[in-house]
């Protein structure tokens, strides 16, 4: 019988990233999706903003049977702007979106649009345990405009190191082997293994 691991979040996209990858990598899990908004906790940095999300599930326990489960933060940071919008990213992209991070970005050139995507799995094997931490990053660079119809939120935006393609120009699968995302649940995948 496959381990039931419970992902706790409002964000669907995130729930189809995941949900691919642990299908394609990992023959012992399925996803159980819990979508319970715990409150965006806004904090200096991503892992501390992920270890306080899982405290509070902790805490408030939304889960209805005793499962194993995990929540993630993720955010971009742009070297050029001092780290904006890092741990405020879901805020930011609200407020002025792609669009707003291109003009930010109008005047930056070659090495000066160079952008990091971080995630902070932070996985539970009861609210009783401490959780642990996996973190994931992905180097690249602002593109001069947004390109690409598919992944979500800063996607369009994001173009990797070494790869003229942005996430969005990039299938799921494609975007789970060199994600961020892909990198921290691998880990995740690995520790349970
Ligand atoms: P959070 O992890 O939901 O707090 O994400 C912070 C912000 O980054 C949100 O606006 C998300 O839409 C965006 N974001 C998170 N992960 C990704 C990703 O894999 N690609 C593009 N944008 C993302």
Not at 16 to 33: C, G, L, M
Request: overall charge neutral; proline content about 5%.
């Amino acid at each position: 019988m496959k381990k039931e691991l419970v992902f706790i979040t409002t964000n669907k996209h995130k729930v189809k990233e995941i949900r691919a990858q642990a299908n394609s990598e990992s023959k012992d899990i399925t996803i159980v999706h819990l979508d319970y908004d715990y409150p965006e906790f806004q904090l200096d940095e991503i892992d501390t903003v992920a270890e306080e999300s899982v405290n509070y599930i902790r805490r408030y326990k939304p889960l209805k049977e005793e499962k194993p489960f995990f929540i993630e933060d993720s955010g971009l940071t742009l070297p050029a702007l001092n780290g904006f919008p890092g741990p405020f990213s879901a805020f930011v992209f609200d407020k002025i979106g792609n669009a707003g991070i291109l003009k930010l970005m109008v005047d930056k050139n070659g090495e000066e649009r160079r952008a990091t995507f971080k995630t902070v799995v932070a996985f539970c094997e009861s609210p009783e345990k401490a959780p642990v931490l996996f973190v994931g990053t992905s180097k690249g660079k602002i593109a001069k405009a947004a390109r690409g119809e598919g992944g979500f939120g800063y996607d369009p935006i994001f173009e990797l190191e070494s790869v003229n393609k942005t996430f969005a120009e990039m299938s799921t699968k494609e975007k789970n082997v060199v994600s961020h995302r892909g990198r921290a649940f691998r880990k995740l995948l690995d520790y349970i293994a």
